[in-house]
């Protein structure tokens, strides 16, 4: 079955530019869409469709998607952004919502 | 914009049946061409899927609790429910309901309901 491979974790110091990725077969192939979920709140949609940004959502947070990999920047990373971040697909051959693991953005 | 507000009892006994509601405001559950999925998250631990409901009442679930999953439409209410049947700890989680947006399976989020399961 298809899987979406994020890390557990992710450190930057802040000002410094982050980055998450999301792993799959020939991820490449499909849209990903990046959620932000901060400790005792709901998820948010930061980014889909790869790149394209919600209303609301900072020109910080841009994604990119090529290959085998899924990659969510978040720049100039501040404080806030400190949380847990997940990647997403529509999986065509089992007609199902797909979540990666989820990765920690720690702020140091 | 769409708003999702779930509620349903925070605590269901083991082998019994977990209800829960998604009431919409800022649209109609019937209309739109808009898919309407509840996703869970266990305390501590990520993101599942539960499975989606279309405008016109078709369905799709996670493979993984397909057996035990109902989500329907109550049109008259502007509501989506979800039943989820025989639960156990394992089931003990937080319950979003979500709207897509775009294409975007999960674009609008609801604040979420904290469901325990005890023994």
């Known amino acids: 079955s298809y899987e979406l491979t994020q890390p557990p974790s992710v450190s930057v110091a802040p000002g410094q530019t982050a980055r998450i990725t999301c792993g799959a077969q020939?991820?490449?192939?499909?849209?990903i869409h990046w959620c932000q979920q901060k400790p005792g709140q709901a998820p948010v949609l930061v980014v889909y469709d790869d790149s394209d940004r919600p209303s609301g959502i900072p020109e910080r947070f841009s994604g990119s998607n090529s290959g085998n990999t899924a990659t969510l920047t978040i720049s100039t990373v501040e404080a806030g952004d400190e949380a847990d971040y997940y990647c997403q697909v529509w999986d065509t051959n089992s007609d199902r919502v797909l979540f990666g693991g989820g990765t920690k953005l720690t702020v140091l | 914009q769409v708003q999702l507000q779930e509620s349903g009892p925070g605590l269901v006994k083991a082998s019994e049946t977990l209800s829960l509601t998604c009431t919409v405001s800022g649209g109609s559950v019937s209309s739109g061409n808009f898919f309407w999925s509840w996703i869970r998250q266990p305390p501590g631990k990520g993101l599942e899927w539960i499975g989606f409901i279309s405008y016109s009442g078709s369905t799709n679930y996670n493979p993984s609790l397909k057996s035990r999953v109902t989500i329907s439409l109550d049109t008259s209410k502007n509501q989506i429910s979800l039943n989820l049947s025989s639960v156990t700890a394992a089931d003990t989680a937080i319950y979003y309901c979500a709207r897509d947006h775009v294409g975007v399976p999960i674009f609008y989020w609801g604040q979420g309901t904290l469901v325990t399961v005890s023994s």
């Open positions: 020939n991820i490449g192939s499909k849209n």
